[in-house]
């Protein structure tokens, strides 16, 4: 039984990982970066994690659970879980470490943050190029053991001048990309280290990706863009740019208007300055195939209008609340993301799912784990046969 999961986010990689683990052969499709690849580090949502998403964001490196995380402008927040780097700020008392880096002001983020931070001095930079290069890059510094064997030593001592009594170390963003290195370093300081959020396409993204190439190992991960899906002869048909792909089900998790899975197509974008053809519905989904678009459990009216809807109408500041329609716009599916037997759809490409992490993952387990039960149940599979209820998915061979 195989699975095309359509997305490398959020949502697609749980979607892959829990297919995966059902016993289905899966292959990933990843279109290129996506939203995912612009973590800031904290975990949003309000959805029950279950075991299932509870151990796929291990694999990710991601510790859920409610915490407080702090931004470079010192502003705290509370978070439902954060990247392995970031610091739960509500240990306190917080040294805050000053580092000649671009967008860090130690003393800043001290001040906004409260009386249980404050600023103190730590040789952080070793190099004179570290006040300029990217925070991507800096991070990167700080795979190497012995660079941050030297950072430990350096903190160790700023701790020891400071002669203030503290519970945990703020850095800016420059705790690894390969993997998380703020838990070995506070092992080398002896007490815990972490960074403040970063600015979007910062360390925290590149981490996942990283996280998710080791976590996706055991699946076949084309780079390729899907344009369409159909069914085919009792399988489902995948179109990418330059080949097909068969399989017995399919994800689309190829997230929303910041994913590249929806796009904005106004009627009055047919035609610059000149009267539209048709009028047309103002969004569309980027895999063309039976994936019905809808909000507010509806189907997107057909503007009354050549020249469409009016722009401000779909979103703020005239809808204030989550009425908003490029805010709800998505995939119409059920609870479980199943658009048609052997189709899903998972994270913000679904029609008024919550636009969060915690939503985003516990859709695409769901979706990936349904997907391989009902590829199982796929009359184009050899020797298949219908599952009954509650009876686990087959062992792939």
Do not use: N
């Amino acid at each position: 039984m195989s699975v095309v999961v359509v997305g490398a986010g959020i949502a697609g990689t749980a979607a892959a990982l829990a297919a995966s683990r059902a016993g289905a052969r899966v292959t990933v499709v990843d279109g290129g970066a996506g939203a995912s690849a612009l973590w800031t580090g904290g975990v949003d949502g309000e959805a029950l994690v279950s075991d299932e998403g509870q151990s796929i964001a291990a694999i990710l490196d991601v510790l859920l659970g409610d915490c407080t995380l702090v931004t470079s402008t010192g502003l705290r927040r509370p978070a439902r879980g954060r990247d392995a780097a970031l610091l739960d700020a509500a240990l306190g008392p917080v040294g805050v470490v000053r580092c000649d880096r671009p967008g860090w002001d130690a003393d800043l983020v001290a001040r906004a943050a409260g009386d249980a931070f404050v600023a103190i001095d730590c040789t952080v930079l070793r190099h004179s190029d570290e006040r300029v290069v990217p925070d991507a890059d800096f991070a990167a510094r700080h795979d190497d053991e012995a660079r941050l064997l030297w950072l430990s030593e350096r903190l160790r001592e700023g701790l020891t001048r400071a002669g203030t009594r503290l519970k945990a170390l703020l850095l800016p963003p420059s705790l690894g990309i390969e993997r998380a290195r703020a838990g070995a370093l506070s092992k080398l300081v002896g007490l815990p280290c972490g960074e403040a959020t970063a600015m979007p396409g910062g360390p925290p993204g590149l981490r996942f990706e990283r996280a998710r190439q080791r976590a996706l190992s055991g699946v076949t991960v084309l780079r390729a863009r899907a344009t369409g899906v159909e069914r085919a002869v009792g399988r489902w048909r995948l179109h990418l740019e330059d080949q097909d792909l068969d399989a017995d089900a399919v994800v689309v998790a190829a997230g929303g208007l910041v994913g590249g899975g929806l796009e904005y197509q106004p009627s009055e974008a047919m035609l610059a300055a000149a009267l539209p053809p048709t009028a047309r519905h103002a969004f569309r989904c980027t895999v063309d195939g039976p994936l019905p678009l809808g909000a507010h459990g509806r189907p997107l009216d057909l503007p009354g209008s050549l020249f469409g809807v009016a722009p401000e109408s779909l979103a703020w500041p005239l809808c204030r609340d989550d009425s908003a329609t490029m805010d709800r716009v998505g995939v119409l599916c059920d609870e479980h993301g199943r658009v048609a037997p052997g189709l899903y759809a998972a994270g913000e490409i679904v029609a008024d799912a919550p636009r969060t992490w915690l939503a985003a993952l516990e859709s695409g387990a769901r979706a990936g784990a349904d997907a391989a039960r009902d590829a199982v149940r796929a009359p184009g599979v050899p020797g298949a046969r219908p599952a009954s209820a509650g009876e686990a998915p087959a062992s792939r061979p």
